[in-house]
Each structure stands twice: as structure tokens, then as C-alpha cells.
């Protein structure tokens, strides 16, 4: 038998045992007897026979119930304690079950089994100061076990007694023999006592009886790299990678010792060489992959990174998430049609990787692609279907692809599902104000901005869009005027902005303010739009200049106007609606 060795406990004393520490107090457990008559004797057997046949049926309640008679008549019986303890173990219940073990092994301290049971009691407790003395008590019953001093040493270790707990191993080893647990154990008490000589002399010992055995260089490489003995770690690394040239651990090991010696070519080559063993951990490539991101700046991490998650598909091809991530850095790179296949790849390994999903319908939409973000979109929403933010993005493709009612549907949807996301809430609202404005429901289309500005008054396309319609319908044309004249604050040097404002000033018959900023409108407009152009001409003809008005309706029709209310204007030389 080995106890669990993460808990360990000092110093209890029992009536049995009549001990204390030096400056503990006593904690003794006295159990008053009362003599026992034949009918009292003959009553116990009975009781304790029957909550024995009610334990075996699981009637558990019943057994406790019976158990318990026993003890009003016997308050020292202590297989009794034992049996009701176990039950209160099966109901989690281990204060009750730990202070019936210790009344047991007060009445009976020689039982062997009552005192294992207590040690499982204060390991799960974590109950430190009274470990130690159970296993001192196990030690007395049967010295010649040597299980016992075993878990007596570990219990040492944890209180970094870690000179007894030597001596203790020294037991085992005296009635068992040597082993390599018992050498690794003492391995970590020199580390613990900063004896790298000893630490190291214990792991030649291992390498001597096991000399195939890599681990053990691995450990002892480790021990030399963390006290700076890098070229010491590098020649017992380089006798492992000459005993398994395909063990991924001891190129991650080389790569690390190459890379604090300064040989970053040697360095990744022996990544290179891990990265390509599919028995290495795949969490553990990507920890590393993930390491490159932040120097991505530097287009040498920005390659190796994208090399190595090559290579993990190579080396992992039933992975998504090798496609994943190998999906992220072809992205990184701007790899974007590479980028989408290998997304593409990961899906189809696992259709659950919704984070890919969201990616790739992203790329989708970025390069305009409204049918394929459509299509991604739905087979994603299939699995997914209260993910906010891809009904978001396939409400989006289909208002581009001017199919308004279904792209209300799904933005409906994205705002229904998501209640913190203040960016997505307002960005669905603005595209709900866009889409009913497109339908002609101007009460929907306000109510959809107005939410959208509420949630955050600082989305400058939501503030231009929906002033400017207003100003299409000449309507609260002051608050369309501080909501634009706002997106211009928030985004200078907009044309659309710059070109919205100065509509709205035109329709509040500001001139002069309507020119000034149409011409910073085309002044910072780099597609020569028609409708400004226009505009710019509106403007004119009401500040007098005619010809000029007349100049630039003319320009609007080259640029690729086309309104019958432009040619009105170019034919009647004047302003028209």
C-alpha cells in the first residue's frame, strides 16, 4: 500500500499513545465505557449482523440507524466506528467519518486497517500536523513494511524535513531494495538543497542502471541548463538525440540550449526537427507557434512561425486545430486565399471549430465575397445557431446583396441573442436603421438608429447615415446637423462625413458653411463621386455663381450621374428637385 503523497500531516497524539510534541497541546480522546451485561453483549451481535445485511443491500440509512443503537449500548465498540465511518465516506460526510476513525483507533490501536483509513482521512482534510504520526503508528504495527517509511518520507518532503526524509528512504531501500523511484525521490531533495552534485550523481546512477532510458538525460540536462552549465546540458542532450534521434523532447531541450547560446539557426533547426515528430505533443507546438506572435513585427518570426505551423499539418493532418492555426499565420502573412483553404480544412476535420467558422466568414465578407459569407455563414449557424456575431455578419452579407428582409431577420436575431457586446448590439442596430430605411420604414429605421446611437454615441457611420437621411426627408434637421457635424469630430477628413454635413447645412440654407465643407468633402474624396459633385453645384447656384453651379452638374454627368433631376438641372441652368 502507498498513501497519496500531496497531503501529508504531523504530530496527533491518542490516549493510546499518551504523546505529544513539545509545545502542543494534548488532544486526547477519552471514550467512556459502561459495563457490558450478556443481554447488552448478545443485543450488539444481533444489531451489528443486521446493519452489516442492510450495508450489502445498500440500505445505507437503516445500516447507519442500526449502527448507531450499538454505539448508545457499546460507545467502545470500535468495529462499529469503522463500519459507520465507511458509510459517512460514501456520503462525502468526512468530519463525522474522521472523528470515528480517531475514536477507533483510541479503543483498538492496533488495528492495522483503522489507522490506513484515518491517513485517507487527513490527506483529504489536508489536515498536515497529524499525518506523520499515523504513519509512525503503521510503522509500529509492521516495521517490516516497507510501504510504511515510504509514505513517512514523503510526508517529510512536503515539510521540506528533507534530511529525515532521506533516512527514510535509506529504510526502504534497506527492506526492499533499490529502485528508481527511490532514486528520483532523492534527486529532487538534492535539487530542494541546491546539491546539484548529488542531484547529478543520483540521475548517473539512473543512467547507469537504465542507460537507454532518455528521460533521465532529459533530467540531467535540466539540472545543468538551470545552473548555467549550458555546454554540460548540451553534450548530455546530444548523447540522448544520439540514443532517439525521434524524441521531440530532446530537440525542444537542444532548441532551448542553442537559443541561450545565441545560435538561433542551430536553434530552430531543432524545432524543426520537433515540430516534424507526430508524438509530440501538438498543445505543445502551438504554445510555441503562439510564442512568435508578439515579435510579429519581425518578418523572420513572422516565417518561422508560419514554417513551423506548416509543418504541424504535415505532422498532425487528422488535427484542425494544426489547419487552425496554420489558418491564422497564412492571415498574418496576408496569405488570405491560403488562408481560407486551410480554414476550410479545419472545419471539415471538426465542425465544431465555430472560432475558425467566425474567421473564415470574416475573410468572406473582407474581400467581398457576399455569396461564399452567406454560404459559410449558414452552415455555420446549422451548428451554431445562437452565435450573435455570425448572424451579425450573415445579416450584413445579405443586406449587401440588397435582400433586406432577410438580412432584418438575422440582425433581429444578433440582437436578441447578445446582451453585453455593446460594439455588435450597436453595429446590428445600425445595420437594422440601414435595411428599413432601404424598405422605406422610416419608423423602424429611426427607432433601430436611435438604439444604436443610445448604446454608443460615438459610432460615426451610424451618426452619418441616419443624419443624412433624415436630412433626405427634411426632417429634425438640427439634430441631423449635430449628429454629422459629430461623425466629423470623431473621423476628420471623411469625405462622406464632410459631404453629409455640408448637405445638411445646405438644407438649412447655411451657404457659405455648406461650402466650406463640400470642398473639404472633395478635396479629401479620392473616387471623384458624382453625388458630391453635385452637390458642390447645388450649393453654388444658391450662393449666386451660376456658372459655377452649372460646371459642376455638368462634371456630375462625366463622373457617371445619371438622375433626371441632374439632367433637369444641367438643361434649365438652375437648381431642381
Known sequence: MKLAAAILLTGLSFTCLAQNKPGKANSAIVIAAKPMTAADSGMVKQLFFSALREKTVENTKLAAELFNRILQIDPTNDATMFELANLEKAQNNYPVMQNLLERAVTVNPNNEWYWIALAGSYEKSNDLDKLENVFNELIRLDPSKPDYYYDKANALFIQKRYDEALVMYDKVEELAGPSEDLLLNRQKIYIRQGNIKKAISALDELIMVNPLQVKYYLMQAEIYNTNNLNDKALAVLQKAKALDPKNGLIHLALSDIYREKNNIEASYDELIAAFAIPDLDIDQKIRIILGYVPKFPDANAKAS????????????????????????????????????????????????????????????????????????????????????????????????????????????????????????????????????????????????????????????????????????????????????????????????????????????????????????????????????????????????????????WTKAKTQGGKSPVLERKINEKKYSE
Not at 449628429?483 to 447655411?510: C, G, R, V
Open 305 to 552: 512561425a508560419l514554417e513551423l505551423s506548416r509543418i504541424l499539418t504535415v505532422a498532425h493532418p487528422a488535427e484542425s486545430k494544426a489547419f487552425a492555426i496554420y489558418g491564422d499565420m497564412l492571415l498574418q502573412s496576408e496569405k488570405i486565399s491560403d488562408a481560407k483553404t486551410a480554414y476550410k480544412k479545419a472545419i471539415s476535420l471538426d465542425n465544431q471549430a465555430y472560432s475558425v467558422q467566425e474567421q473564415l466568414v470574416r475573410i468572406d465578407l473582407g474581400e467581398n465575397d457576399l455569396d461564399a459569407a452567406i454560404k459559410d455563414g449558414e452552415n455555420s449557424l446549422s451548428f451554431f445557431p445562437n452565435q450573435a456575431w455570425m448572424n451579425y455578419m450573415v445579416g450584413l452579407a445579405w443586406q449587401q446583396k440588397r435582400d433586406y428582409n432577410k438580412a432584418i431577420s438575422y440582425l433581429r436575431t444578433a440582437t436578441v441573442l447578445e446582451t453585453q457586446d455593446k460594439d455588435l448590439l450597436s453595429q446590428s442596430f445600425s445595420a437594422l436603421g440601414d435595411c428599413y430605411h432601404s424598405l422605406g420604414d422610416n419608423k423602424n429605421s429611426d427607432s433601430a438608429y436611435e438604439k444604436a446611437i443610445a448604446i454608443n454615441p460615438d459610432n460615426a457611420f451610424t451618426l452619418n447615415n441616419y443624419a443624412y437621411y433624415l436630412s433626405l426627408r427634411n426632417e429634425r434637421l438640427e439634430n441631423a446637423a449635430q449628429m454629422s457635424k459629430h461623425s466629423t469630430d470623431l473621423q476628420p477628413n471623411t469625405a462622406s462625413f464632410e459631404d453629409t454635413y455640408a448637405w445638411i447645412l445646405f438644407k438649412q440654407k447655411k451657404y457659405t458653411e455648406a461650402k466650406l465643407w463640400i470642398e473639404k468633402s472633395l478635396q479629401h474624396d479620392k473616387g471623384a463621386s458624382a453625388t458630391k459633385t453635385e452637390h458642390y453645384g447645388d450649393i453654388l447656384f444658391f450662393l449666386g455663381d451660376t456658372e459655377g453651379a452649372l460646371q459642376n
